[in-house]
């Protein structure tokens, strides 16, 4: 079992590396070129220093060095030309995200979740649905962007990062619950997030061609699992492939397969990572050596991606899976897993996590474009306002009714925490760039930047000066954990 999770993940490694080599040309620097990973480490060496003077978190330092190779490049300075670089958004999705999702949820215990399973599920879910939704109706009525265009926007802006509030809960002592509670959601909205924009997209490519609208070309289907662009598509306007919500077409679209398609992904994908978890967890019986049972993690976090991916179901969900039993049942158990094999894999995938953030949080800035986003900045501020708009809709209600109708009990101050704590990531950046090439793809990538880049500044300093006033450091008692 060991040896065929090992062989799929470095097939899937090495297809990963062919389809960037086969898209670039001879003159391109490729991710495996030698000065990639000196010019990345350095940027990670200086931002660990300038963050244990400063404070502030690395993650959001590398934005800042990513946004400014940016811009150099942008006004011909050329010191590091980010054009050169191609970056396949499924590299980002199935190899970068997926060891984040472990690690996060490895260190999730049971006692803690099961104490908020009801309202982290419900954030995870139905939370991203409600915050597709919100934010695509105000998009299309209030900034009269085109159906297709807001709810495109809409569904690659919901899932959630969990990086910057996790480190700024490593700096100020919170209880465990509401960690947990925020490390849940983060984690699973991220598949739940990719679901949603598959269906998305699925629903206006059926409308284009339910109309007769040959604009598409021929298309590929967009997986929930492996995002991949139509092909030849040529797409000259966005509204024109996309009926209005009022639309006969829109109407006769089957939402209640979508649905279904939804469960079977989410699910699907959960029984792979269960299944695989629990494979590995017998192997872990048979040995008792750092390195080995290290490796057999790697083997199950990548194994239960792509296997779930292949299938067409959730990777992402099942790395979740995958992460929740490893860290509740196999390192519980003196007979799988040693003390001293349990410190050495724990401090590996930390890492790993470690290293996971820094290359999407640099990929994050290096993607951005300063002056577009300065040309299209009442459009972001609006799409921003539009974005926190959905965040308190599918926050608050929910989080009031498991406190009605459930045990839950969650206090006024962690939905306040929970609100803010909501920041975009990377995640949606790659999910902007496998978007097919057409004209509003660039405005569509724009607000995306923009917003991403003003939630990290402004939800960080709102969250952090909250966090620090009712959760002060010199409170410490049995109530709070310091991740």
């Known amino acids: 079992m060991t040896i065929l999770l090992s062989l799929l993940s470095i097939t899937y490694a090495i297809e990963a590396v062919q389809t960037n080599v086969g898209t670039t040309n001879a003159e391109e620097i490729f991710l495996t070129s030698p000065y990639v990973i000196p010019i990345f480490l350095s940027m990670i060496f200086a931002a660990a220093v300038f963050s244990s003077r400063t404070r502030i978190p690395h993650t959001m330092i590398l934005v800042g060095f990513g946004i400014a190779i940016s811009f150099f490049d942008f006004v011909g300075l050329n010191i590091l030309d980010v054009k050169q670089f191609r970056v396949d958004p499924r590299l980002v999705i199935n190899f970068i995200i997926p060891p984040l999702i472990f690690e996060a949820m490895m260190k999730v215990r049971y006692k803690e979740f099961k104490a908020i399973r009801i309202s982290a599920s419900l954030l995870a879910t139905v939370g991203v649905v409600l915050a597709t939704l919100v934010t695509g109706s105000l998009l299309t009525y209030i900034a009269h962007l085109p159906f297709a265009v807001a709810f495109t926007f809409a569904a690659l802006i919901a899932p959630t990062d969990p990086a910057i509030v996790i480190e700024i809960f490593k700096r100020i002592r919170v209880p465990k619950q509401l960690s947990t509670l925020m490390e849940f959601e983060a984690s699973f909205n991220d598949a739940t997030g990719l679901i949603v924009f598959s269906s998305v997209m699925t629903l206006i490519f059926a409308s284009a061609a339910s109309a007769g609208d040959n604009a598409m070309g021929n298309s590929s289907s967009l997986s929930s699992s492996t995002i991949t662009s139509p092909n030849n ?251």
């Open 233 to 483: 598509a040529s797409i000259s306007n966005f509204s024109a492939i996309a009926p209005s919500p009022s639309s006969p077409t829109m109407n006769n679209l089957s939402f209640v397969s979508e649905t279904e398609h939804f469960a079977i992904v989410f699910l699907g994908g959960a029984a792979i990572g269960l299944a695989i978890a629990a494979a590995t967890h017998r192997l872990h019986a048979l040995m008792n050596d750092p390195f080995s049972e290290t490796a057999l993690t790697v083997a199950t976090v990548f194994g239960s991606v792509v296997a779930a991916n292949s299938l067409g179901l959730s990777g992402l969900v099942a790395v979740a899976v995958a992460g929740l039993y490893f860290g509740n049942i196999t390192v519980k158990q003196e007979a799988y897993m040693s003390l001293k094999v349990r410190t050495s894999v724990f401090n590996f995938w930390e890492m790993i996590a470690f290293f996971a953030n820094s290359a999407a949080f640099l990929y994050l800035g290096v993607s951005m474009n300063i002056v577009n986003i300065g040309q299209n900045f009442l459009l972001i501020v609006l799409s921003f306002a539009a974005v926190l708009a959905a965040r308190v809709a599918s926050t608050y209600p929910l989080l009031a009714a498991t406190n009605r109708f459930t045990k839950e009990k969650i206090p006024r101050v962690w939905r306040h925490i929970v609100v803010l704590g909501g920041m975009r990531g990377a995640l949606s950046v790659a999910l902007v760039a496998s978007l097919p090439e057409s004209s509003f793809k660039n405005t569509i990538a724009t607000i995306t930047f923009g917003v991403v880049l003003s939630s990290l500044i402004i939800q960080y300093i709102g969250l952090t000066r909250y966090v620090k006033r009712v959760f002060p450091e010199e409170e410490g008692n049995d109530t709070v954990h310091n991740i």
